[in-house]
């Protein structure tokens, strides 16, 4: 994440988080917060449907659903 082109920057928290001690995150406050959204679905002509439908089904779970919060994601 830090290749030492700018001083700063802006990036979502999930961002900061993966970068472990390589960056450091600044808070924003909550009215300047940006949100953003990331759709899940099989797509309907997949050719690996199954493996798509087990893929959402993982990240829809508890289980997935704690390792998208160990990066700051929140649930849908």
């Known amino acids: 994440m830090s290749l030492g082109e700018a001083d700063a920057g802006i990036v979502y928290v999930t ?3 993966s970068a472990g001690a390589h960056v450091t995150g600044v ?19 997949s050719k690996s449907a199954q493996l798509a439908r087990g893929f959402v089904d993982y990240i829809l779970s508890p289980a997935g659903q704690n390792v998208l ?8």
């Open 15 to 17: 961002d900061v988080r």
């Open 27 to 45: 808070d924003i406050p909550e009215q300047h917060q940006v949100v953003a959204r990331y759709p899940i679905a099989v797509i309907k002509d």
């Open 69 to 76: 919060a160990e990066f700051g994601f929140s649930k849908p």
